[in-house]
């Protein structure tokens, strides 16, 4: 499966920043407050790296970025 799929907030990363800029300083402030789970998600982060972000996983990117992206044509591609 394709690893966007697989990577979850407060698993593999801390959201931050889905609507106002300010989202940012909390997350900042709750990984402060959360050293012990912060690291746990670092861990798992660096670990999805590692299995994950390969020549494989890039290829997966790019379909997944181009068959999202032609959801959002309001034409159908062509030749002229």
Do not use: T
């Not at 690893?3 to 959201?15: A, E, T």
Request: charged residues 20%; hydrophobic residues 40%; aromatic residues 20%.
């Amino acid at each position: 499966s394709c690893p966007m799929q697989l990577i979850h907030p407060f698993v593999h990363y801390v959201p931050f920043f889905y609507h106002r800029p300010r989202e940012l300083l909390w997350a900042w402030k709750w990984v402060q407050a959360h050293d012990a789970e912060a690291q746990r998600i670092a861990a798992s982060a660096q670990a999805f790296v590692k299995e994950y972000l390969n020549k494989h996983a890039l290829e997966c990117y790019w379909l997944y970025l181009f068959e999202s992206y032609s959801q959002l044509q309001r034409f159908k591609p062509g030749r002229r």
